[in-house]
């Protein structure tokens, strides 16, 4: 840039600003503009600038991580479905080496003496031992129902959290 | 060969710092170049243009690769400057006030190659004039004067970075251009181009 480029360039779009040509004001003002020197950054911008976005944004994940995450969840929730419905099998498998009578036996044997626990600790309590002893009754008579309540009870919990994480995830 | 803006963006998504780096270099110039006409103050440009920039990183998931990295960056610039001005109703700057700036740098890239000092002090002064001019004009005729002729925007890019209809653009920048001729006529610069 030249002190007459500048010069030049001002006097030509002054010249046609007056003739009224806007066209050309335009591309004069252009020459103008481009005849100015520009101000620059200070020295270290940059540096400075990837300093601070370094702080802020979050390193990203690798890009198959999006993918091995979705894969986790999709398969501890089969695994937890399976489970849900499979349970109470699953245990009378893994029990197979003692019958079922004595599986059920033992879990009766162990709420039993939990009832009996909160029976002998509550004892002052009339109406809730009573009604704790019914439970308990109840509880001794349908061990599968127990299990399988607590199954579903233990599914809706990992579902939920699950669908946190997910949610926490895509956000 | 230069690597394009789209690869940049990609491979600073997968967390390449160097690529950060590449666009701080390939825009800084021009991001605070508007920025500081904007607000006519050198330190605050400064920090201003690194807020833009660290804004446009923590959003760089967002930015849609259908759309000019560089409109995307003067848009962030714009919001930052706008916000600024808007908080601080830098609006106009007196006359003096761009002295506070603008020598500063102008006189750094002043034509060595002019061997009289009257002739370079008259070209200083003319670049200060157009400098002051342009501080005079409002807000946002300054920027569509800057976008389009500073920064060479399309019409419909700088829509686009203002978020002001195609028609406002257009009307903003011929009155824009009208005003800054007659605030230099107003300073004794005439067709001549002498102060």
């Known amino acids: 840039m030249t002190r007459n480029d500048l010069h030049d360039a001002v006097s030509r779009w002054l010249l046609e600003e007056g003739a009224g040509d806007d066209r050309e004001a335009e591309a004069a003002l252009v020459r103008v503009f481009s005849a100015l020197p520009t101000p620059e950054p200070p020295v270290g911008f940059a540096d400075a600038v990837v300093h601070r976005a370094g702080v802020l944004v979050p390193a990203p994940l690798p890009s198959w991580a999006p993918r091995l995450a979705r894969g986790m969840a999709a398969a501890a929730l089969v695994l937890v479905g399976l489970a849900a419905v499979f349970l109470p099998l699953v245990l009378y498998v893994l029990g197979s080496t003692l019958t079922l009578g004595q599986g059920v036996e033992w879990a009766a044997a162990g709420l039993l003496a939990v009832c009996r626990a909160v029976i002998e600790a509550l004892s002052f309590w009339d109406g809730l031992a009573g009604a704790l002893a019914t439970l308990g009754s109840f509880a001794l008579k349908s061990p599968v129902l127990v299990t399988l309540v607590f199954s579903l009870l233990t599914t809706a919990i990992v579902v939920g959290g699950l669908h946190r994480w997910l949610k926490a995830d895509r956000s | ?195």
Request: glycine share 6%; proline share 5%; no cysteine.
């Open chain 2, 1 to 195: 060969m230069p690597i394009d803006d789209h690869t940049l963006v990609r491979r600073a998504l997968s967390g390449d710092q160097e690529a950060y780096r590449e666009i701080v270099n390939r825009y800084q110039r021009p991001i605070f170049s508007l920025i500081l006409r904007m607000v006519r103050d050198r330190s605050l440009a400064e920090e201003l243009a690194q807020d833009a920039f660290v804004k446009a990183f923590t959003r760089l998931e967002s930015f849609d690769p259908s759309h000019k990295l560089s409109s995307w960056l003067f848009k962030i610039a714009h919001n930052t400057a706008i916000d600024q001005l808007r908080r601080r109703r830098v609006d106009t700057v007196p006359i003096e006030g761009a002295d506070d700036d603008s020598p500063g740098w102008i006189a750094s890239v002043a034509d060595e190659s002019e061997p009289s000092p009257e002739r370079r002090a008259a070209q200083m002064d003319l670049m200060r004039g157009l400098e002051v001019a342009v501080g005079r004009l409002r807000p946002d005729y300054r920027e569509v004067i800057l976008l389009r002729f500073q920064e060479g925007l399309a019409y419909d890019e700088i829509a686009e970075v203002t978020g002001l209809p195609l028609g406002t653009v257009k009307t903003h920048i011929h009155r824009a251009r009208k005003e800054l001729a007659e605030t230099l006529r107003e300073m004794g610069i005439d067709v001549a181009g002498r102060l």
